[in-house]
């Protein structure tokens, strides 16, 4: 098949040098492009990469090679797509094996949603006290059309009826386990669970997808089939998907227990609690300024402030504020989905998933800090400073996303 060729990747992603530190004694990675090559013939694992902030912005679909690349192991090959099938087992009465067909068989729907990692924008908090984690700066996210079977058909099928969750002892969960192979696993699959109620709710949209944009799931996405769970951090939507469990808790696997957890800025690696905190799901409201670069030179007159506004939980972006001093004084920045036309913020939208674009052109006259700050439907703000959401895992910055420009002749 195709898929036996090299990952598409596109030439301009920034290519994560700690990581490929942390997993290479090559002396080599000062060089980007040697080590984007060396990335492409699989020296360096995993691979992790992300776009330009122009390149980010430059279409509202995102494509593919320019689409971030987070992996936590080596990129599995699974191009025997006739045998390829996914396991579906625990608390079901009859435990099925799932091949492509099946899951093509069923009801197809694209949508359109915003893929985020929780470490977008770590490398800033980093800048505070550092944090552990690969350096992100702000493109750690994209947005694609998903196509695929809703995994409450797939559940269905499997004989687990829609909106299920009752059970004596609470809510069940449906686990995700993945292919790969990685390090904090101790060389066990990457894994993940999301609760039943939301893997049934055919309206929470979580898709078993095939397709990114029209196209067959590249491998560096997941081919040849990927969990995608909108409105939740990327974490939770596993790639090369390998087998479906239900089960009573939740999963025990160390991306959902040891790590991707929010904790309060007191908290530091000799008095951490892993098991008194929640494994994150939805991600909070979200924005970043993509048009200037910190710290950009530019000429007085007129600038173009542009960026995404994303949040989680299928909440809509409802206003985007900016600043171009600092925060003292706001307008208020158009959004848009389709260029063109204006966006209408409505809960109901087939695009509650996705990022907004935001764009507005104010005069900037003397050396000045630029801000943005989003405000989601449910009135949600970001915080101001970073200080204030610090954690030493360094997921979630969505402070005021803030880029200073220095104004010349
Ligand atoms: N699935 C597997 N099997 N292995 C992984 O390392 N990384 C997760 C998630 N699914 C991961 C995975 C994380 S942390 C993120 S942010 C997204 O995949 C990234 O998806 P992408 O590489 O398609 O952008
Ligand atoms: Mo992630």
């Known amino acids: 098949s195709d898929y036996s060729q090299e990952p598409l990747r596109h030439p301009c992603l920034r290519i994560n040098a700690k990581a490929i530190l942390s997993y290479s004694t090559f002396p080599f990675y000062l060089l980007k492009k040697q080590c984007f090559q060396l990335c492409l013939f699989g020296i360096f694992e995993p691979f992790n990469a992300e776009p330009p902030r122009s390149a980010l912005i430059s279409s509202y679909i995102t494509p593919v090679d320019l689409f971030y690349k987070r992996n ?3 990129i599995p090959l699974l191009d025997d797509i006739d045998r390829y099938c996914v396991s579906v087992n625990g608390l079901i009465e009859n435990p099925k094996e799932l091949f492509m067909n099946d899951i093509r068989m069923l009801p197809k729907y694209n949508v359109t949603a915003t893929l985020q990692c929780a470490g977008n924008r770590r490398t800033a908090m ?11 700066d702000v493109s750690t996210l994209g947005n694609a059309v998903w196509g695929g079977a809703k995994l409450a058909d797939v559940l269905e099928f499997v004989g687990v009826s829609k909106f299920s969750y009752c059970t004596q002892k609470g809510g069940k969960h449906v686990e995700f386990v993945s292919v790969d192979k990685c390090e904090e696993e101790k060389g066990g699959p990457y894994k993940a669970s999301i609760p039943l109620i939301q893997a049934s709710n055919p309206e929470a949209d979580v ?6 944009n029209g196209e067959p799931l590249t491998r560096d996405h997941g081919y040849p089939l990927r969990v995608v769970v909108p ?3 990327g974490a939770r939507s ?6 479906i469990s239900i089960n009573e808790e939740q999963c025990q696997g160390f991306f959902m227990q040891k790590d991707y957890k929010m904790f309060p800025p007191s908290v530091d690696w000799s008095n951490i609690n892993w098991s008194a905190r929640r494994p994150q799901m939805d991600f909070p409201v979200q924005c970043a300024i993509c048009s200037l670069e910190d710290v950009d ?16 939980g299928g909440r809509g972006i409802e206003r985007v504020d900016v600043s171009v001093d600092g925060g003292k004084n706001w307008i208020e920045a158009p ?3 389709k260029i063109g036309v204006p966006y209408v913020a409505d809960s109901l939208s087939s695009y509650k998933w996705a990022w907004v674009f935001f764009e507005v052109t104010l005069d900037v006259l003397r050396n000045s800090e630029i801000v943005a700050k989003a405000v989601d439907s449910a009135a949600n703000v970001q915080p101001e400073k970073v200080e204030e959401i610090w954690n030493l895992r360094g997921i979630l910055n969505t402070s005021w996303h803030r880029v200073q420009v220095r104004v010349g002749h």
């Not at 980093?126 to 992100?136: A, E, F, I, M, N």
């Not at 030179?297 to 989680?312: L, N, Q």
């Open 231 to 233: 409105g939740v951090i």
């Open 207 to 212: 898709l078993l997808a095939y397709e990114m």
């Open 335 to 337: 959004r848009y989905q």
């Open 126 to 136: 980093s800048k505070v006290k550092k944090v552990k984690g690969v350096g992100w």
């Open 72 to 74: 936590h192991g080596p």
């Open 297 to 312: 030179h530019i000429k007085p007159g007129k600038v173009t402030v542009s960026g995404y506004a994303v949040s989680g």
């Open 238 to 243: 596993v790639k090369w998907l390998d087998s």
